[in-house]
């Protein structure tokens, strides 16, 4: 009995831990684990020649550095992609994605300038203020014309052809025909001056970035300048967008650009536009629209999930906002076995890795260092309050810099601070330099008291509010809120799943432990229940052990066959006394 329990305790100890230890490294596999897997899948979807689509090689390049002479080689003498019909989308990305492996793309930078054109569906509006009534002169095209702002802010007259009054006397409209001109503008106390735009269809006015400003009898100028790019003869949005990116990454002047973008985003949703808006401006507005687009854990405006994924997280790769985290948990979670997304996709997986988990810059030349790792901040530069380090390198649409800004109230990011208790409906919450313990800054919605078992309380839901993190057998589910900052845990039912085979064994173990240490005692339980289902021999209870274990002899005991002229045809001969004696008589024998 002693070796017997020593074996299984040996067994125990032997085998479990590398048990538990297969299971956790199938179902709680890091996530640097799971994306080496996403790239490694890649890879192999890929294959040695590259021979998938030109928007495949150029992500695949983005994300792997890989298919830069197959990119090359379906190009317009090195100017536009692709080479069969150049286009202004395929071109930007070309030029990012090649850029990022040190090669020259001069060429097609200037393809990009040479197909600019002037947008049709634009107003635009010069605004003259000032705190006072004042005189003013506005000269263009040779000529100078004279009006008065009075102290309501209306504008006494038109000024020209060109500047012709609008909106209830308090702008002027530009002409389109002036669009060329330059309006130098002169007041006898202290003005400012800017340009307002918007569309033909929409009611809504944009400001111009530029606003100029001037003391008494001072100059300003002001003019119109937007424009889009186009290979057909109308705008293309969709290029102009790439485009715009590719040049603000080059540190060329793209403010001609952005009145279009912003002003036909509305009518381009499916794109997700705030994406590109928040990376070309940094602006907290453009900002809180794109993550207000996610639909719980993922961006689906076009119909692909994981496209629209990765362009909308794309402006992120320095930041980790709680929708960026719910998004990765949710790719991690419905990751294939071999590692990819979406069927094995190769333009959605590369573009997916290069946005949400990119590696360094794969360029065997490049002379700058990683910013971020020499200490740097990589951000907007609009962020930055110190110096732009030139001699470090970035992702798209961010530089890096010394010193960033401090985090601006919750006012100035256009917000509402949430007090305890309270929850950010239809909106989303942000970091705030005026923010106390407990509170949140909303941006985008409105405070409101947080009902009991409503909205998205992470305790309600059975979820558990952590301050430093998930334990192994849980995973972070933000799209849930916790107070004072802390993380809300679920129980990761997948891994609860995986463990039932593990407790499974354990209890056969100890089965087979207690059936070593009992066996007699479980050998006495089974002859008496054995003994209730045997029908001949003595009665049940009077059984001697003998005959219990001797169940064959007693089926085989010999009988007496009656010779077939003294059986009865129809009915079988009675025994004779004398015979059932003997019978017993012999039972009795073998049973000694």
Not at 405 to 432: N, R
Not at 443 to 469: F, I, S, T
């Amino acid at each position: 009995m002693k070796r017997g329990i020593t074996l299984v305790l040996l067994f125990i100890l032997l085998v479990m831990p590398f048990v538990i230890a297969e299971n956790e490294t199938e179902n709680s596999l890091s996530e640097s684990s799971k994306v080496e897997n996403a790239y490694k899948c890649l890879e192999n979807k890929l294959g040695d020649d590259c021979s998938s689509s030109l928007e495949d090689n150029i992500f695949s390049l983005l994300a792997i550095g890989k298919c830069k002479g197959e990119i090359l080689a379906d190009s317009w003498d090195n100017e536009c992609w692709p080479k069969s019909n150049c286009k202004i989308k395929t071109t930007a990305q070309a030029i990012l994605a090649l850029d990022s492996a040190s090669s020259s793309t001069l060429d097609a930078e200037e393809w990009l300038f040479s197909k600019n054109t002037t947008p049709e569906d634009i107003i635009w509006y010069l605004e003259i203020e000032s705190p006072e009534k004042t005189i003013c002169s506005i000269s263009y095209g040779g000529a100078t014309y004279k009006t008065t702002i009075s102290e309501d802010k209306q504008l006494s007259s038109s000024a020209g052809n060109c500047l012709t009054l609008s909106d209830s006397d308090y702008w002027l409209r530009v002409s389109p025909s002036c669009y060329n001109y330059e309006f130098e503008v002169s007041c006898d106390q202290q003005f400012l001056t800017t340009l307002l735009y918007k569309k033909k269809t929409s009611p809504t006015i944009y400001v111009s970035e530029s606003i100029s400003s001037e003391s008494a009898e001072g100059t300003t100028s002001e003019k119109v300048d937007f424009k889009c790019f186009s290979d057909t003869g109308n705008c293309d949005y969709e290029g102009t967008l790439w485009a715009t990116l590719v040049l603000d990454h080059f540190g060329y002047d793209i403010s001609s650009y952005m009145p279009y973008l912003i002003t036909m985003a509305d009518d381009n949703k499916k794109l997700i536009p705030e994406a590109f808006l928040y990376l070309l401006t940094g602006a907290s507005d453009f900002r809180a629209d794109v993550l207000l687009k996610q639909e719980t854990q993922y961006w689906d405006e076009s119909g692909d999930k994981f496209y629209d994924s990765a362009v909308a997280l794309l402006p992120f790769q320095y930041e980790s906002p709680s929708e960026k985290s719910a998004t990765k948990n949710w790719l991690l979670e419905i990751q294939n076995s071999d590692g990819c997304w979406d069927g094995g996709n190769i333009r959605n997986n590369a573009f997916l890795l290069y946005s949400i988990w990119p590696k360094k810059s794969y360029s065997s030349t490049s002379s700058t260092d990683d910013c971020e790792d020499a200490g740097y901040y990589c951000i907007h530069e609009t962020e930055c309050e110190g110096n732009i380090l030139d001699d470090y390198s970035c992702g798209v649409g961010k530089i890096c810099c010394d010193e960033k800004k401090a985090i601006e109230t919750c006012s100035k990011q256009g917000g509402g601070i949430c007090e305890k208790g309270e929850v950010c409906l239809g909106g989303i919450t942000t970091e705030a330099s005026d923010i106390n313990y407990g509170k949140s800054c909303c941006v985008g919605g409105r405070c409101e008291a947080e009902k009991e078992g409503a909205g998205l309380n992470c305790e309600y839901y059975k979820g558990v509010c952590r301050p430093y993190g998930c334990e192994h057998n849980e995973k972070e589910a933000s799209s849930y809120s916790c107070d004072y900052g802390d993380i809300c845990c679920m129980s990761d039912s997948s891994e609860t799943k995986s463990l039932w085979w593990i407790w499974l064994l354990i209890i056969l173990i100890i089965l087979v432990v207690l059936a070593i240490i009992f066996r007699n005692r479980f050998r006495n339980y089974y002859y008496k229940i054995k003994s209730k289902f045997t029908k001949s021999g003595p009665g049940p209870g009077n059984q001697s052990r003998e005959s219990i274990l001797r169940p064959i002899q007693r089926r085989i005991t010999p009988r007496r066959i009656l010779p077939p002229s003294s059986r009865n045809p129809l009915r079988p001969a009675p025994k004779k006394p004398s015979e059932i004696d003997d019978i017993l008589k012999k039972l009795k024998d073998m049973g000694k």
